[in-house]
Structures are given as structure tokens and as C-alpha cells.
């Protein structure tokens, strides 16, 4: 069973900075694309950054250049390093991977998500 766990989330002040980690379990995470999603209040979950297994990285436009995705397959751990935060970064943060069922299907596993929370 594939089993996610987030940690690192916090009240931080604007401009300060976190590092979010999500230990993988249950699946060869060496393997596995790994994904940061994030959902505020009222909105919709979105993602944030993507590191596939050969580390390929991708962002979402609103984080680039201030957040990292990084990956340690010895301990089965995705980071996700968040600089230079603003409020509108304050959301739950979730960790995603996915299995390919088939050619047009995917299961998706997902972490209870950590909240980040920026001050003004």
C-alpha cells in the first residue's frame, strides 16, 4: 500500500522561508514522478512542482525561481523547498504520485497535506 506523509509546514512571515518533506512508502520510489499540489481556501488544488525519476524538475509559473523540488531516493523522501514566501502562498500542501493503470488511466495517492501559512 502506498502510503505519503508530509511534514514541515508552519507559520512563517513573508519573505521567510520552509522546506516541506513527504516520506514515500509501499511502491519503488526511485521510479515514481513525484508531485507538490497545493490548495487554498476556496480554490482549486493546484500543482506546484514536479520531479520525475530521473530528476527532470517543472514549475508552476507563480513559483518559479522562489520554490525547489528535490528528491533523496536513499531515503525515499520528495522536499520541496519554498523561498521568499508571499501570502498568497498560504494553502495545504500535498504530496502526489501516481500508478499507471492503463494508457488513458492513473490511480493517484496523495499525503493528509501540511498547512503553510505566510503572514503579511
Known amino acids: 500500500q502506498v502510503q505519503l506523509v508530509e511534514s514541515g509546514g508552519g507559520l512563517v512571515q513573508a519573505g521567510g522561508s520552509l522546506r516541506l518533506s513527504c516520506a514515500v512508502s509501499?511502491?519503488?520510489?526511485?521510479?515514481?514522478?513525484m508531485r507538490w499540489y497545493r490548495q487554498a481556501p476556496g480554490k482549486q488544488r493546484e500543482s506546484v512542482a514536479t520531479?520525475?525519476?530521473?530528476?527532470?524538475?517543472n514549475y508552476a509559473d507563480s513559483v518559479k525561481g522562489r520554490f525547489t523540488i528535490s528528491r533523496d531516493n536513499a531515503k525515499n523522501t520528495v522536499y520541496l523547498q519554498m523561498n521568499s514566501l508571499k501570502p498568497e502562498d498560504t494553502a495545504v500542501y500535498y504530496c502526489?504520485?501516481?500508478?499507471?493503470?492503463?494508457?488513458?488511466?492513473?490511480?493517484?495517492?496523495w499525503g493528509q497535506g501540511t498547512q503553510v501559512t505566510v503572514s503579511t
Open positions: 509501499g511502491t519503488i520510489f526511485s521510479l515514481k514522478t
Open positions: 502526489n504520485t501516481a500508478e499507471t493503470l492503463t494508457s488513458f488511466a492513473r490511480r493517484d495517492y
Open positions: 520531479i520525475t525519476s530521473g530528476g527532470t524538475t
